[in-house]
């Protein structure tokens, strides 16, 4: 998750706000301490400008 929002050039707190989310959940997002909603992840998608399957590809790879 951080990878695609630096490659979007967007701060943590800059990406929260327009996600709309606190910056202490997105940091916990990025490290694997918190378990985002799907809800969190469209919003995550939209803001990146990425499909939603594109960011859950590239969150959750297999294998």
Do not use: Q, T, W
């Amino acid at each position: 998750m951080r990878e695609i929002r630096e490659e979007n050039g967007l701060s943590l707190e800059d990406a929260a706000e327009k996600i709309g989310v606190n910056v202490n959940f997105l940091k916990r997002a990025e490290s694997d301490e918190a378990v985002p909603s799907k809800y969190f992840v469209h919003a995550f998608a939209d803001v990146m400008k990425e499909s939603y399957d594109e960011v859950l590809d590239r969150l959750y790879v297999v294998g």
